[in-house]
């Protein structure tokens, strides 16, 4: 099983981390590998962070930490589809329970993916991804969405 390296960072000291992070810097994948290598480190049991752009009406695989991803996820299937499509947070306990769940890393147990909205539009998906179920709690959820808010604002600046 791959997880992440011991944390040298805690997820409550993450934010200020990514604002400074993003303030420093316009190029959007180099935020979203910064972001996703920020993240995996300092996420406790997770086996994969990282970022899937929309790219002529699917999901792309970009920048990501961990074992090797599905490349590209068509819009409304698996849990980065349906949020892509939702235009909605998906924080699923039990991927196995998920209709439709793509299974790209077979130790994955649960799963979180926030939408990455910008001008009304999806530009694309925070997915992470964990080998322990239910890792993801409301708390963890409130702070990745601010997270991503980081990132829209710089985005929506280019």
Same mark, same amino acid.
């Given at each position: 099983?791959?997880?992440?390296?011991?944390q040298?960072?805690?997820?409550?000291?993450?934010?200020?981390?990514?604002?400074?992070?993003?303030?420093?810097?316009?190029?959007?994948?180099a935020?979203?590998?910064?972001?996703?290598?920020?993240l995996?480190?300092a996420?406790?049991?997770?086996n994969?962070?990282?970022?899937y752009?929309m790219?002529?009406?699917e999901?792309?695989?970009g920048?990501?930490?961990?074992?090797? $991803?599905?490349?590209?996820?068509?819009? #409304?299937?698996?849990v =980065?589809g349906? %949020?892509?499509? +939702?235009?909605? &947070?998906?924080r699923? $306990?039990?991927?196995?329970?998920?209709d #439709?769940?793509?299974? =790209?890393?077979? %130790?994955?147990? +649960?799963?979180? &993916?926030?939408?990455?909205?910008?001008?009304?539009?999806?530009? #694309?998906?925070?997915?992470?991804?964990?080998?322990?179920k239910?890792?993801?709690?409301?708390?963890?959820q409130?702070?990745?969405?601010?997270?991503?808010?980081?990132?829209?604002?710089?985005?929506?600046a280019l």
């Amino acid at each position: 099983m791959s997880t992440a390296p011991q944390q040298s960072i805690a997820f409550d000291d993450v934010f200020p981390v990514a604002q400074g992070l993003l303030e420093a810097e316009s190029d959007p994948i180099a935020n979203m590998a910064n972001l996703s290598a920020l993240l995996y480190e300092a996420l406790p049991d997770v086996n994969w962070v990282g970022f899937y752009i929309m790219r002529d009406a699917e999901l792309v695989l970009g920048p990501f930490q961990g074992r090797l $991803a599905c490349t590209r996820i068509p819009v #409304g299937r698996g849990v =980065c589809g349906v %949020a892509a499509h +939702s235009h909605s &947070v998906q924080r699923v $306990a039990d991927v196995h329970q998920f209709d #439709g769940h793509i299974a =790209c890393d077979g %130790a994955t147990e +649960s799963e979180i &993916v926030i939408p990455i909205i910008v001008n009304g539009a999806v530009y #694309g998906v925070l997915d992470i991804d964990s080998p322990r179920k239910d890792r993801f709690s409301e708390d963890d959820q409130q702070k990745l969405i601010a997270l991503v808010k980081l990132l829209e604002a710089v985005l929506l600046a280019l």
